[in-house]
């Protein structure tokens, strides 16, 4: 809401986490967290919904060399 009242757009982009890849990454980190709080942030994460608020929402994926970038989808 303050963002609108100062005549800011409000877009938001979610990327994509697998807990798998997540974890794996984790363990090639020289300073890795533990598992069991990768695992509880997660299980804790919430999709965003366009309902919240957002101008525009999009999906990041990830793709080869990169990411794809899609329209957000309530039913993601």
């Given at each position: 809401?303050?963002?609108k009242?100062g005549g800011?757009r ?8 697998q ?18 709080a ?7 994460l ?17 793709s ?13």
């Open positions: 809401a303050p963002a009242a800011f409000a877009i938001g982009y979610y990327f994509q986490s807990l798998d890849a997540c974890l794996t990454r984790n363990q090639a980190r020289g300073a890795a967290v533990p598992a069991a990768i695992k509880g942030t997660h299980r804790r919430e999709l965003p919904a366009t309902g919240e608020g957002f101008d525009e929402l999009f999906y990041v994926r990830p080869e060399g990169g990411f794809a970038v899609e329209d957000w989808s309530d039913e993601v």
